[in-house]
T-cell receptor, first 115, second 113 residues
Framework: GAGVSQSPRYKVAKRGQDVALRCDPISGHVSLFWYQQALGQGPEFLTYFQNEAQLDKSGLPSDRFFAERPEGSVSTLKIQRTQQEDSAVYLC?????????????FGPGTRLTVL | QKEVEQNSGPLSVPEGAIASLNCTYSDRGSQSFFWYRQYSGKSPELIMFIYSNGDKEDGRFTAQLNKASQYVSLLIRDSQPSDSATYLCAVNKGSGGYNKLIFGAGTRLAVHP
C-alpha cells in the first residue's frame, strides 16, 4: 500500500477484555515501531522491530502488553485484561531501514477506549 | 524533569508572521532531533530533522540546534492558517542505530487570518 495502515481505527473494550491491534507497514520497510499517545501528550515509545526481531520492548508499560511481527511485515499489538489507563491512540510507524535519521512514517492510529 | 520539554501553548500568531517553537532536552548525549507536525485527529508527519549545531532550512521552516544549551527550535516563516497544528519535538534515544524517538508533549500553534 501507499502508507502505513492500522486496524481497527476505533476500538471500544470493556475493562478486562483482551484486544489486538494490527499494523501493516509500508511494503519493504524493515523497521516497525509502536507508540502510545494519550490525550494531550506526545507519542510514547513502546517497542521496536527490525524485521521479525523485537529488538527493544523497553517502553511496554506492563506484561499485559505484547507485540509480535512473526514474518517481518504485519505486526500485532495485544493488550490483555485492558484497564482504563490503557485508553489512548496506538500509533504504528515504519522506516525503510534502521538508520538513526530514517524518516518514520506513521499510520493513522487505533483509538482504544476502555470502559 | 521530562526528557523533552515544550511549552504546550497555544501559541497564537497572525498570518504572515514568524512562529517560533522551542524545545529543551535533558540528555546531553542526544545526537539527532526531529520536528513533527500533527493535525488534530491525525498522525504525526515529519517536518525535518537536525543533528548539527546551527540552522537547517527547508522552505518556510528553519530548525535551530544548540547542543551546549540543549535547545532546539523551529521557526515557521510566513505562517499560514494551514500551519495551525500541534508541533512535536522528538529526540533520538536509540543506541542501536535506530530511531527510538522520545517526544515532547507538543506545542499547539494557532495562525489566525
Amino acid at each position: 500500500g501507499a502508507g502505513v495502515s492500522q486496524s481497527p481505527r476505533y476500538k471500544v473494550a470493556k475493562r478486562g477484555q483482551d484486544v489486538a491491534l494490527r499494523c501493516d507497514p509500508i511494503s519493504g520497510h524493515v523497521s516497525l515501531f509502536w507508540y502510545q499517545q494519550a490525550l494531550g501528550q506526545g507519542p510514547e515509545f513502546l517497542t521496536y522491530f527490525q524485521n521479525e526481531a523485537q529488538l527493544d520492548k523497553s517502553g511496554l508499560p506492563s506484561d499485559r502488553f505484547f507485540a509480535e511481527r512473526p514474518e517481518g511485515s504485519v505486526s500485532t499489538l495485544k493488550i490483555q485484561r485492558t484497564q482504563q489507563e490503557d485508553s489512548a491512540v496506538y500509533l504504528c510507524a515504519s522506516t525503510l531501514e534502521g538508520r538513526g535519521t530514517d524518516t518514520q512514517y506513521f499510520g493513522p492510529g487505533t483509538r482504544l477506549t476502555v470502559l | 524533569q521530562k526528557e523533552v520539554e515544550q511549552n504546550s501553548g497555544p501559541l497564537s500568531v497572525p498570518e504572515g508572521a514568524i512562529a517560533s517553537l522551542n524545545c529543551t532536552y535533558s540528555d546531553r548525549g542526544s545526537q539527532s532531533f526531529f520536528w513533527y507536525r500533527q493535525y488534530s485527529g491525525k498522525s504525526p508527519e515529519l517536518i525535518m530533522f537536525i543533528y548539527s549545531n546551527g540552522d537547517k532550512e527547508d522552505g518556510r521552516f528553519t530548525a535551530q540546534l544548540n547542543k551546549a544549551s540543549q535547545y532546539v527550535s523551529l521557526l515557521i516563516r510566513d505562517s499560514q492558517p494551514s500551519d495551525s497544528a500541534t508541533y512535536l519535538c522528538a529526540v533520538n534515544k536509540g543506541s542501536g542505530g535506530y530511531n527510538k524517538l522520545i517526544f515532547g508533549a507538543g506545542t499547539r500553534l494557532a495562525v489566525h487570518p
